[in-house]
């Protein structure tokens, strides 16, 4: 009796601190996207007035979802690739916001793609393809995806000590119920060891390198590669199918079908990342088959 009495006021303690903490981040998470909008509204207003148009409007920021903003304007406008990238770059620098987001400009009419790239805050993973090719005059769309977006510094400052008391009490809890799961499952923990090194074992090689889906990283040599969800993903498709052409509806349907919004050229952005992450090996590549989609090759 007294265990269980110790162990619900444990959990008592815990779940009223975590509700303080979701209610803080939640305020922190909306000043953030009101910053945001200020943000990408300035954007708008300079790449109209690199247009010598000072009398248009930027029509309403919206946030998409909790990472993804749409900037939009009154009138058709023609972009120069360079100054969106210099443009958003500089509005978003003011803010303390995630510096690894994905610019798309979809058209209009027909919510095509007509230009992407990608800013990281690692350089050489930063993609910005075809600079020097202006939009003619049309309705755009500007999606900005925040791909990393994390909570502002100032909640972690401000709340230095409710984390700490949270920390405690969660060390507590991680004591007790080690203690009943020693005196409860003593093999169970024996079991759980031998399954975690078959997991680790649990990989394909692709040339070189050794690929582990399940932990989302490439191994070459003594250097490890982190990959996204997607890249994982798209990556697992292709290492399944070695030398075979695979449909780009298909590879389309698998990774983004039930994971949130395809607009466009994502999938030819990742596929960028990959080429990139693999180049190190001229044994494999991944190569375009023009109106039908990809192929690994694999020597």
Not at 106 to 115: N, S, T
Not at 133 to 155: K, M, W
């Given at each position: 009796m007294n265990n269980q009495s110790t162990y619900y006021k444990i959990f008592l303690a815990l779940s009223v601190l975590l509700m303080v903490l979701t209610s803080c981040t939640t305020n922190d998470n909306f000043a953030g996207s009101e910053k945001t909008k200020v943000a990408l509204r300035e954007a708008g207003h300079q790449l109209l007035l690199r247009k010598l148009d000072s009398t248009s409007l930027v029509l309403p920021i919206k946030q998409i979802e909790h990472n993804i903003y749409s900037l939009s304007f009154e009138k058709p406008i023609s972009l120069e690739p360079t100054h969106i990238v210099s443009t958003i770059d500089s509005s978003l620098s003011v803010i303390n916001i995630s510096k690894n987001y994905l610019v798309e400009v979809i058209q209009c009419v027909d919510d095509e793609v007509a230009y992407s790239y990608e800013m990281n805050i690692e350089e050489e993973r930063t993609l910005i393809p075809c600079s020097g090719r202006n939009l003619p005059e049309a309705?755009?769309?500007?999606?900005?995806?925040?791909?990393?977006?994390?909570?502002?510094?100032?909640?972690?400052?401000?709340?230095?000590?409710?984390?700490?008391?949270?920390?405690?009490?969660?060390?507590?809890?991680?004591?007790?119920?080690?203690?009943?799961?020693?005196?409860?499952?003593?093999?169970?923990?024996?079991?759980?060891?031998?399954?975690?090194?078959?997991?680790?074992?649990?990989?394909?090689?692709?040339?070189?390198?050794?690929?582990?889906?399940?932990?989302?990283?490439?191994?070459?040599?003594?250097?490890?590669?982190?990959?996204?969800?997607?890249?994982?993903?798209l990556l697992e498709i292709f290492v399944a199918n070695p030398n075979q052409i695979i449909k780009r509806e298909e590879l389309t349907k698998q990774v983004w079908e039930d994971n949130g919004v395809f607009v466009g050229r994502s999938l030819d952005t990742y596929i960028s990342k990959l080429r990139k992450i693999l180049k190190d090996d001229d044994a494999i590549k991944i190569t375009n088959v023009h109106g039908v989609g990809y192929k690994l090759e694999v020597k």
């Amino acid at each position: 009796m007294n265990n269980q009495s110790t162990y619900y006021k444990i959990f008592l303690a815990l779940s009223v601190l975590l509700m303080v903490l979701t209610s803080c981040t939640t305020n922190d998470n909306f000043a953030g996207s009101e910053k945001t909008k200020v943000a990408l509204r300035e954007a708008g207003h300079q790449l109209l007035l690199r247009k010598l148009d000072s009398t248009s409007l930027v029509l309403p920021i919206k946030q998409i979802e909790h990472n993804i903003y749409s900037l939009s304007f009154e009138k058709p406008i023609s972009l120069e690739p360079t100054h969106i990238v210099s443009t958003i770059d500089s509005s978003l620098s003011v803010i303390n916001i995630s510096k690894n987001y994905l610019v798309e400009v979809i058209q209009c009419v027909d919510d095509e793609v007509a230009y992407s790239y990608e800013m990281n805050i690692e350089e050489e993973r930063t993609l910005i393809p075809c600079s020097g090719r202006n939009l003619p005059e049309a309705c755009y769309i500007i999606t900005v995806n925040f791909l990393d977006l994390a909570p502002p510094s100032g909640f972690r400052k401000r709340h230095t000590p409710l984390v700490f008391v949270f920390g405690v009490l969660c060390f507590l809890a991680f004591k007790y119920w080690k203690k009943k799961a020693l005196q409860n499952n003593a093999d169970k923990h024996t079991s759980k060891t031998l399954n975690s090194s078959e997991n680790k074992s649990n990989y394909s090689e692709i040339g070189t390198y050794k690929f582990y889906p399940e932990e989302h990283k490439l191994v070459k040599s003594a250097t490890e590669i982190s990959l996204s969800k997607k890249e994982c993903e798209l990556l697992e498709i292709f290492v399944a199918n070695p030398n075979q052409i695979i449909k780009r509806e298909e590879l389309t349907k698998q990774v983004w079908e039930d994971n949130g919004v395809f607009v466009g050229r994502s999938l030819d952005t990742y596929i960028s990342k990959l080429r990139k992450i693999l180049k190190d090996d001229d044994a494999i590549k991944i190569t375009n088959v023009h109106g039908v989609g990809y192929k690994l090759e694999v020597k």
